[in-house]
């Protein structure tokens, strides 16, 4: 167990939809990473933030969006869903912002049908 | 562009053999990454080689690097059947706020 938290495990939703999902970092952590798994696609940076900033974006859709609470959680909303945007999401947090060591959470699968 | 490259992307091996995974990036670093997922899984952290020369070992995986060639190795000896999994290389890189991440090695071990 990493530390990380993500919630929900499994979403099921239909094309057009909205979604949130939702993480919580390790105990002390400042920095959030979301990524996206899919198998075509392999994993895929998306976004990061820290302390509440966003310091870096990756392949993150126009559609997609991000933020990083007081506390320190972050939610993913992905709207227009489509039926490509099918995917393991992936929250990950390091202590500092930079390239160190990221713990990842258990994921979150969507399926958009 | 930063590039991490692994090499094979897919290996299928049987049990008891010896085998190495290689990872090249394509910028300066010293901060290099191992990770393991299983099918469906999260990722889980395996080694973090910081220095040129680090080597660690687990088990039967053993990760060094070596930042002049840029370049790491991930060493299966004697592979059994629950090392099968994905394996993940990724570099951190002062420049940027990310990991740069290779594609992935899909390693099966045969009984």
């Known amino acids: 167990d990493s530390g990380v938290t993500q919630t929900p495990k499994h979403l099921i939703t239909a094309t057009g939809q909205r979604v949130t999902l939702r993480c919580s970092p390790r105990?002390?952590?400042?920095?959030v990473y979301w990524y996206q798994q899919s198998l075509d696609q392999g994993l895929q940076f998306l976004i990061q933030?820290?302390?509440?900033?966003?310091?870096a974006k990756g392949n993150i859709l126009e559609r997609f969006s991000a933020q990083q609470f007081p506390d320190l959680h972050s939610e993913l909303n992905l709207s227009s869903l489509e039926l490509g945007d099918s995917a393991l999401y992936f929250c990950a947090s390091s202590p500092q912002v930079g390239g160190y060591e990221q713990y990842f959470g258990p994921g979150t699968r969507l399926t958009v049908t | 562009e930063l590039k991490v490259e692994q090499n094979p992307l897919f290996l299928s091996m049987q049990e008891g053999k010896n085998y190495t995974i290689y990872c090249n990036y394509s910028t300066t670093s010293d901060r290099l990454y191992w990770y393991r997922q299983d099918p469906g899984k999260s990722l889980e952290s395996l080694f973090v080689l910081l220095s040129n020369g680090a080597v660690k070992q687990e088990g039967r995986l053993m990760a060094s690097l070596d930042t002049k060639a840029r370049l790491s190795t991930l060493h299966i000896t004697a592979a059994v059947h629950d090392l099968s999994a994905t394996y993940f290389c990724?570099?951190?890189?002062?420049?940027?706020?990310?990991?740069?991440w290779g594609a992935g090695t899909k390693l099966i071990i045969k009984p």
């Open positions: 933030y820290y302390n509440g900033e966003e310091r």
């Open positions: 990724a570099v951190g890189v002062d420049s940027n706020y990310q990991l740069i």
């Open positions: 105990s002390g952590d400042l920095s």
